[in-house]
């Protein structure tokens, strides 16, 4: 098979921008979400833009900035399907379907089945064998960008102070850039059936609303450290295409405790005005602590703002999906319990998860272990405590100029997280 060159290359490039421009002109269903990450800012759909402007025309200029070629009028002066304005410097098509045609025939099919508005019209007018929706289901959405979510804040921010001051308390994470997914993690039976009935909740949320079902969607992850709680909040994140916005509840106390119950204030309202978003509070155990032992009138109408904003909160009504997480679950009040309508617990892994952490851990290394001993010797050890362990099995690999991990590395692996519990136990005692 022989490549095609570079200026090959960048005639198809400038073809695949003219042919989507074209299609998303003739189908006016078609939408953001139906253009690569590459073509969007070409489109006029950038700076947090929701809305696809019609009729979408391509200009020189354009190319230029958007996919890097000069001269495009030049490139494509003897191409039978292109016209050019001088005008503006425009470019536009004299045919759609024979361009289409001409596309396929220089090699565009590969272009064609990673772009959703291209294999919609392939796809319909039976010119090449694409399916839109798989294009479309692998194509990332455009309000999982980084730069949807810090337009969107921008505008939220412009002209309130209330509202900068919250995002100073939070870390805020586009889906897109969330490492963690659903796929990496091993969940609990609990853990995955709570993962469905939110999935069925997000599904359905027009009918729940309807029919006034509005408690849903305040968790509760509760487990020892190490065990998985922020790792799941982050992937559901990437899986249900909506930011998360971090908070622990300890950094939020102002100096000047009366600022406290405004912050708390502050963060529900970001979030709700950033909605639908995860709002995933750490450390949730910090509000029993104070409620019962801080005599400080201002702590708690800090902690009781705090109540009182969880008690308004809802993923039906205000798209608000809350998940608070507590490694000291024995502090948390009654008060503060009643609050969630689910409690997902994080226990240590038992044997066989342990081996299947394990296995998707390694399953991108070259590691030579005996998982089922592994995992039997591993007893007590955490989701994270196995990932410290493979990490510096794999730099005891990389000491020795190797990329195999051998038992001997996993030993070493084992020993350095024996030891640090044991330094975190020692300074307790």
């Not at 900068?164 to 889906?175: F, G, K």
């Amino acid at each position: 098979m022989t490549l095609p060159s570079d200026a090959e290359t960048e005639v198809l490039d400038i073809m695949e921008v003219l042919l989507t421009a074209e299609i998303l002109n003739r189908y006016p269903h078609l939408d953001k979400n139906d253009l690569t990450p590459r073509l969007r800012d070409i489109a006029g759909v950038n700076g947090g833009t929701t809305t696809l402007k019609r009729p979408v025309l391509i200009s020189e200029s354009q190319l230029k900035r958007g996919i890097g070629v000069d001269n495009a009028h030049g490139r494509l002066k003897d191409n039978p399907f292109v016209k050019y304005e001088e005008f503006g410097g425009r470019l536009a098509l004299t045919s759609l379907e024979p361009a289409a045609q001409w596309f396929i025939t220089k090699g565009g099919t590969s272009r064609a089945v990673r772009n959703p508005a291209l294999a919609y019209f392939l796809e319909t007018t039976g010119i090449a064998d694409v399916s839109y929706a798989t294009a479309r289901a692998e194509n990332p959405l455009y309000e999982d960008t980084k730069e949807y979510i810090e337009a969107k804040l921008s505008r939220l921010l412009a002209d309130r102070e209330e509202m900068r001051t919250a995002r100073d308390l939070i870390i805020i994470s586009a889906p897109e850039e969330i490492e963690q997914s659903l796929d990496l993690l091993v969940c609990t039976e609990n853990q995955q059936a709570m993962l469905r009935k939110i999935g069925i909740a997000l599904k359905n949320r027009d009918f729940l609303q309807e029919k006034r079902i509005y408690e849903f969607g305040k968790l509760l992850f509760v487990g020892p450290p190490g065990t998985g709680k922020t790792s799941l909040a982050l992937a559901m994140s990437h899986a249900l295409h909506m930011p998360i916005l971090e908070v622990r509840l300890a950094m939020i106390t102002s100096q000047y405790l009366g600022e406290t119950s405004k912050n708390i204030d502050r963060i529900f309202d970001l979030a709700r005005e950033l909605a639908p978003c995860i709002l995933f509070i750490d450390e949730f155990d910090f509000v029993a602590k104070s409620r019962i032992t801080d005599d400080n009138a201002a702590m708690k109408r800090a902690v009781n703002m705090l109540l009182k904003n969880i008690d308004t909160t809802s993923f039906i009504r205000n798209g608000v999906l809350l998940v608070g997480a507590t490694n000291h679950p024995w502090l948390l009040d009654e008060a503060a319990w009643r609050r969630f309508d689910e409690v997902v617990e994080f226990p240590l892994p038992d044997r066989a998860m342990r081996k299947e952490i394990l296995q998707k851990i390694t399953q991108t290394l070259d590691c030579r272990c005996d998982f089922d001993t592994l995992s039997e010797k591993t007893e007590g050890f955490t989701g994270s405590d196995l990932r410290i362990m493979v990490k510096e099995a794999l730099l005891s690999a990389l000491i020795r100029e190797s990329q195999e991990i051998l038992p001997e590395d996993i030993d070493k692996g084992m020993g350095v997280v024996r030891n640090r519990d044991l330094i975190r136990k020692n300074s307790h005692s």
